[in-house]
């Protein structure tokens, strides 16, 4: 599962016990603040969005029933996440030692009065969830894995093909503390030790760690934190992936870390900003400025600088034009090409713009002397429409029809063989890896080695005008006049299809924080929630809806918008 999974298909149970009635076990007032606000954290629309309704507290229950009957009704409404979460005393059984939750009512010595958690276990055998997560904040929690992992523990994914053939459903259990340690409350805090690091990660996110935050993610950085201040280290156990799958966003994302009086050692917090999905779903979208209409016939491609301060399109007027994103006005004259130009991309730090234009050339301009630089590529048997730099600015990838080129910016040369593809190229991208070309071709997506010049599997059957997440993460296609995301690792759907469009999208384009995906036609460009897989706002209306093309702003925060020989900017 990539991304935030569905809060209207997911479910979380919230149990604490914070007082007890016999002197054996010492009250945890802290626990009724741990619900509370990992309740409010897991509600918040920026950390995972869950209703209310859908995360239910259980504080202080008295009996098996009370404790269990909830996650029973969760069990038969989670499709896609359940979450269980205990903080309470954790005790041993006095025959097996096996881990037991406490009560308000248990006494230390005698088992009946306690909870075992393979009642919990059992009872999430029978789960309809593809992922599943157990957070024990007790002591000796690392006893829910079992002795032996085989047998016990949640080895709810050893049976998991019971419910579930294509054996997706994933398990993932997060302990406080190891199977002889004791989970700590330190005197004068809000929170159990566990939980109130816990609640600084969901609240401040993981600087470095990506637009969604998974399990092992989460416990990679609890470590760091507890070891830091020298509490109890957290253990896990995770099945199927169960640590990989994303489970709420990450607030760091686009942050600069800062340092802050009394952050814990080793961790440094952040400010929190939006992503792109979160700020454009909370404000109205408009037009910005004029029109950029100077082309004198259709625009055929559009780029953004780097730092976004320069958008360069090229045209069948066989012209290429830079304007200045901020006025909105054409930065000095036209560069002109010797036949129309049919793609134009900036390099890495934004000082060369490639031009691929319909005789076969590509041309390099720099930008700053507004004149050619260097030798142009050209090859006979490689007319190039479709140009991309690779993130290092080294090669230059083109194609056209089903072959693609590898070329040396440096020494203008080809670099080997030419790939040979199975149908037409639509477009084309560098993974994030450097290594690795991704084809969108007609429908499919083919990933290559572009060191060896081989083939990476068999195509990637998934639907027409594939796209690329910028991590690599996700390709999203269209299926007739739906639009289906898809895991790029192991090729399976995820969720739900993208409906709205009232016919197949031309072309698809993800931001740069991957949190938005923007598909359009000539009729219309509709902006989708990826994480939610849902649509964001109404569909752009500008004096003309629909568009040729679309390219997002480097930070996120427009959409440049290109429909015949005009362009808007839509934020």
Not at 113 to 124: C, G, M, N
């Amino acid at each position: 599962m990539i991304g935030v999974p569905d809060p209207a298909l997911s479910r979380a149970v919230l149990i604490g016990t914070s007082t007890y009635e016999f002197p054996g076990l010492n009250p945890l007032p802290t626990v009724a603040a741990n619900l509370r606000d990992l309740a409010a954290a897991l509600c918040s629309s920026d950390i995972w969005g869950l209703h209310p309704e859908h995360c239910e507290i259980v504080l202080n229950p008295s009996t098996a029933y009370e404790m269990i009957a909830p996650i029973a009704r969760a069990t038969e409404k989670a499709k896609e996440t359940l979450l269980v979460y205990y903080a309470g005393h954790g005790l041993p059984t006095r025959h097996t030692g096996s881990l037991q939750l406490a009560l308000t009512g248990t006494e230390p010595e005698r088992d009946h009065t306690a909870v075992p958690f393979d009642y919990i276990r059992a009872q999430l055998l029978t789960a309809r969830a593809r992922h599943c997560i157990v957070v024990l904040d007790c002591c000796l929690a690392a006893r829910a894995f079992g002795m032996n992992a085989d047998d016990s523990a949640i080895a709810l994914a050893g049976q998991a093909d019971v419910r579930d053939p294509e054996g997706s459903t994933a398990t993932y259990v997060l302990a406080a503390a190891a199977e002889t340690r004791l989970a700590v409350a330190p005197p004068g805090e809000t929170h159990t030790a566990f939980t109130g690091e816990l609640l600084g990660i969901l609240r401040d996110g993981i600087s470095g760690a990506g637009t969604f935050l998974t399990p092992d993610a989460i416990f990679q950085e609890l470590n760091v934190g507890l070891l830091a201040k020298g509490r109890p280290l957290p253990q896990c156990l995770s099945r199927n992936d169960g640590g990989k799958r994303g489970l709420v966003f990450n607030r760091a994302v686009g942050n600069t870390p800062v340092e802050r009086t009394g952050a814990t050692p080793g961790r440094r917090e952040v400010e929190w900003r939006p992503t792109t999905a979160q700020r454009l779903a909370q404000r109205k979208l408009a037009i910005q400025g004029r029109v950029m209409d100077s082309h004198k016939e259709d625009i055929e491609s559009i780029d953004f600088s780097p730092d976004g301060s320069v958008i360069a399109t090229s045209s069948w007027d066989k012209t290429i034009r830079l304007w200045d994103v901020t006025h909105q006005v054409q930065l000095g004259k036209a560069l002109k090409a010797s036949d129309w130009v049919e793609c134009v991309a900036f390099n890495f730090d934004g000082t060369l713009l490639a031009a691929a234009e319909n005789d076969g050339v590509v041309r390099f301009w720099d930008i700053a002397k507004r004149g050619t630089k260097g030798k142009k590529l050209r090859d006979d048997n490689l007319i190039s429409d479709l140009i991309r730099f690779s993130p290092d600015g080294t090669f230059l990838a083109s194609a056209y029809a089903r072959k693609v080129g590898l070329w040396n910016v440096a020494k203008r040369e080809l670099t080997g063989a030419r790939i040979k593809c199975d149908s037409r190229v639509e477009s084309l991208f560098f993974h994030p890896d450097g290594t690795t070309l991704v084809l969108a071709c007609a429908g499919a997506v083919e990933f290559w080695d572009l060191r060896k010049k081989r083939r990476l599997g068999k195509p990637f059957t998934c639907g027409d005008n594939g796209t690329l997440s910028p991590d690599g993460a996700i390709v999203a296609a269209s299926r007739k006049k739906a639009i289906q995301l898809w895991n790029s690792a192991d090729r399976s759907t995820l969720g739900n299809e993208l409906t709205g469009h009232r016919k197949r999208a031309d072309g698809m384009v993800f931001s740069p924080d991957g949190s938005v995906l923007a598909s359009y036609n000539e009729d219309e460009v509709r902006l989708w929630d990826v994480a939610r897989r849902s649509e964001i706002s109404k569909p752009f209306k500008g004096s003309r809806p629909g568009a040729d093309m679309v390219k997002f702003s480097p930070d996120g925060r427009m959409l440049a918008i290109a429909l015949e020989e005009s362009m808007w900017l839509w934020a």
